[in-house]
């Protein structure tokens, strides 16, 4: 399913937060949707000029 998004000035700032087995989506820091995934099958495509940032977060439980 694909979804068109567009504002008539300026860029749309678009933040996706992925992890093992979610997936929130913000766009102008607004939540827009939030989802459960099967990491086998996640994939992401863009059209036209994409700009990522990729952050390792570290783990809240111990590591012993």
């Known amino acids: 399913q694909s ?3 567009g ?3 300026g860029d749309l700032e678009v933040r996706v937060f992925a992890d093992r087995n979610s997936v ?3 766009i102008n820091n607004e939540i827009v949707m939030s989802f459960s995934v ?3 099958y996640m ?3 863009s059209e036209g ?3 990522v ?3 390792e977060l570290k783990s809240i439980w ?3």
């Open 3 to 5: 979804t068109v998004l």
């Open 7 to 9: 504002r008539s000035e």
């Open 24 to 26: 929130e989506i913000y």
């Open 38 to 40: 099967n990491p086998e």
């Open 43 to 45: 994939e992401i495509e």
């Open 49 to 51: 000029e994409v700009a």
């Open 53 to 55: 940032t990729q952050y």
């Open 62 to 64: 111990d590591e012993k």
